[in-house]
Nanobody, 128 residues
Framework: QVQLVESGGGLVQAGGSLRLSCVAS????????MGWFRQAPGKEREFVAA????????YYVDSVKGRFTISVDTAKNTVYLQMSSLKSEDTAVYYC?????????????????????WGQGTRVTVSS
């Protein structure tokens, strides 16, 4: 079992930036491939970004492309989400998750069912 702990959320004005962190611990051996999701009040959980094993490929939902960057520091077992040019519609609780089968031939990174360990979330509030 992998434990994930997110941090870095908070209140920020529109146009500002935040960097979220997600630290993995526990049975992390051979676990790679991470994603960020978010859930706004009254809405379903939404895919935000993902990074493949070794950071070779990154994936983003269209609404954050060019504004958010996902990265990983394998030495620290940490995945980051750098968020810039924040908008009020980015307000949500942000969750990180780890891919179930990172070496599968096909991984649908935007599907929550591809992930099996989730953090408790960190809240991001963007004021306009």
């Amino acid at each position: 079992q992998v434990q994930l702990v997110e941090s870095g959320g908070g209140l920020v004005q529109a146009g500002g930036s935040l960097r979220l962190s997600c630290v993995a611990s526990g049975r992390t051996f051979n676990r790679c491939g991470m994603g960020w999701f978010r859930q706004a009040p009254g809405k379903e959980r939404e895919f935000v970004a993902a990074i493949s094993c070794n950071g070779g490929n990154t994936y983003y939902v269209d609404s954050v492309k060019g504004r958010f960057t996902i990265s990983v520091d394998t030495a620290k077992n940490t995945v980051y989400l750098q968020m810039s040019s924040l908008k009020s519609e980015d307000t949500a609780v942000y969750y990180c998750a780890v891919i179930k089968n990172p070496y599968s031939r096909t991984i649908h990174y935007s599907h929550p069912n591809e992930y099996d360990s989730w953090g408790q979330g960190t809240r991001v509030t963007v004021s306009s």
